[in-house]
């Protein structure tokens, strides 16, 4: 069973690869506009010191680095939101998705092999492009597990809302509303690009429901070499919740979706 | 000749029947379909275009649920969506737009391979063979949306062989084939059948189902509430030839 679901596995990845090395203009454009938004950053961040806003003092680090976590982290995550989404679109679009159902696996097991691949491929992209524009700039990370562990938590709970995004998809075809309210509040409400303590109060409240803004001080906890707080646990303890509850979910609405695409036979219409 | 021994019912359909909702009106797209295919034996669905053939194919894949009556595949009910059943199956529901077209031919059966439980050698020799088959070795380092429209058709029905499937689904399989192409995949077919392999087939042309022995006649369902008598549905038993013209 688990060597199936490898060689699945492998077979979507290796296509996914295949078609995103075929896309020679793509992969090069996407590394430039990777390179000029942490090129952006860093003048921002210039900007932001020689307004002498004590933001260093505040926060514990220079607000280049800041938000190049906060966009590296989000970024990871963000592409398992609308992998399977995009996965979906793109296999209807190609008119495969009929053939790949037919193939007698499970819908829910294709799409998220589908994604996944896509993701692989997708934060493979994002991490290595990171790890070489933060070693232009001398920026090292120290990367500890407690982090680590929240990335991974914060791109599970990110995969299932994106799970649900792909089985909403299915039914709305266009203006799928999840991953864009997910997308949109999460960059303004998640402290990726300032800290969600210059929010007022009353939107801290709203942050604190996003798992963006648990992710992000615990990365950014660890590059500071902060110890390991009962803040640290709590966060993670959200995001162990939250990726639980989220997974289940995805799973549960894209099942849904597809029993719906059957019976009204709009499983190939985009 | 068939299998001989002991036939499996591969396919039964009792009154099937299929309907959507758009805007609040009903419309039917098939209506009180019934059929049975043994393993060995070749149907073919037979009628005008809008008739249901391709949705009979598509039910029976899995693909959509029935509105009405019971289909079983391979001895699973279609209503529940059980992914198993499918993965006995070899579907075929049109060349035109089913690949991924930056990759090429191997590639893409290689993909599809891995879906049907291929791996390894059994993978790489399943290619070699149905490529063989349906003469497609000049083109399985060819990107798929390079390909000819016959050749893609080839490449279709390439793609349903792999996995040794106990039925085969095939919607149109002669479309845009030339003569050779044509007495390739009816080849191809033929020899499947032999190994009691089931076979479903929808077209509009009754000189392609000479090899089937039971035609299944559908005309195109009346949107209306009320029978009409225009409707008919007949199957009959006809004596298999294998072979195109």
């Known amino acids: ?270 | 000749m068939r299998a001989m021994g002991l036939t499996t019912k591969i396919v039964e359909f009792s009154d099937v029947g299929k309907h959507f909702r758009r805007r609040g009106r009903r419309l039917d797209a098939l209506r009180d379909l019934s059929f049975t295919v043994a393993s060995g034996e070749a149907v073919a669905l037979i009628g005008p275009n809008g008739a249901g053939k391709s949705t009979a194919l598509r039910i029976a894949a899995g693909l959509l649920k029935p509105s009405l009556g019971r289909a079983v595949v391979c001895g699973f009910n279609v209503s529940h969506g059980t992914p198993r059943a499918r993965r006995r199956i070899g579907v075929s529901l049109g060349a035109e737009r089913s690949f991924y077209v930056r990759l090429t031919t191997r590639m893409n059966l290689a993909f599809f391979g891995r879906l049907a439980g291929l791996r390894g050698r059994g993978l790489s020799s399943a290619i070699d063979h149905v490529a063989e088959e349906l003469r497609l070795e000049p083109w399985l380092n060819v990107r798929a949306g390079r390909l000819s429209r016959g050749t893609g058709s080839r490449l279709a029905v390439a793609r349903a062989f792999l996995g040794e499937p106990q039925l085969l689904l095939l919607d149109e399989p002669f479309a845009s084939l030339d003569v050779l192409g044509c007495a390739l995949v009816c080849s191809a077919i033929d020899r499947r059948l032999r190994d009691g392999c089931a076979l479903v087939m929808a077209t509009h042309r009754m000189g392609e189902s000479r090899f089937c022995e039971q035609v299944v006649e559908l005309q195109p369902p009346v949107s209306d509430p009320v029978p009409s008598p225009g409707v008919s549905l007949q199957s009959r038993s006809v004596r298999p030839q294998t072979g195109c013209e």
């Open chain 1, 1 to 270: 069973m688990l060597r199936d679901v490898m060689n699945l596995a492998w077979a979507f990845v290796a296509r996914s690869a295949l078609t995103y090395a075929s896309y020679r203009s793509k992969l090069l454009l996407g590394f430039a506009s990777l390179i000029l938004s942490a090129i952006t950053f860093l003048f921002v961040g210039r900007v932001v010191e020689l307004a002498g806003s004590g933001f260093e003092d505040e926060v514990g680090m220079t607000y280049t680095a800041f938000a190049l976590i906060g966009v590296t982290v989000h970024g990871v995550a963000a592409s398992g939101l609308h992998a399977f989404r995009k996965a979906v679109r793109r296999e209807q679009l190609q008119g495969t998705f009929e053939q790949l159902v037919s193939s007698g696996r499970s819908i829910r097991l294709l799409v998220f092999l589908a994604g996944l691949s896509e993701t692989i491929i997708g934060q493979g992209v994002v991490l290595g492009l990171a790890v070489l524009i933060l070693s232009l700039f001398n920026v090292t990370i120290p990367i500890t597990l407690t982090a680590l562990a929240a990335v991974a938590l914060y791109s599970l709970t990110v995969s299932g809302i994106g799970l649900a995004s792909a089985g909403l998809i299915m039914i709305f075809k266009e203006g799928e509303p999840v991953s864009w309210a997910f997308g949109a509040l999460s960059g303004l409400l998640g402290g990726v690009y300032f800290p969600v303590s210059i929010l007022p109060v009353w939107l801290q409240r709203a942050a604190w429901v996003f798992p963006t803004s648990h992710a992000l001080p615990v990365v950014r906890a660890g590059f500071r070499g902060s110890a390991q707080d009962a803040a640290t646990a709590t966060h993670l303890a959200f995001l162990l919740a939250s990726a639980a509850i989220s997974v289940a979910v995805g799973f549960l609405v894209l099942g849904r979706a597809c029993e719906h695409v059957r019976v009204t036979g709009t499983l190939r219409e985009y």
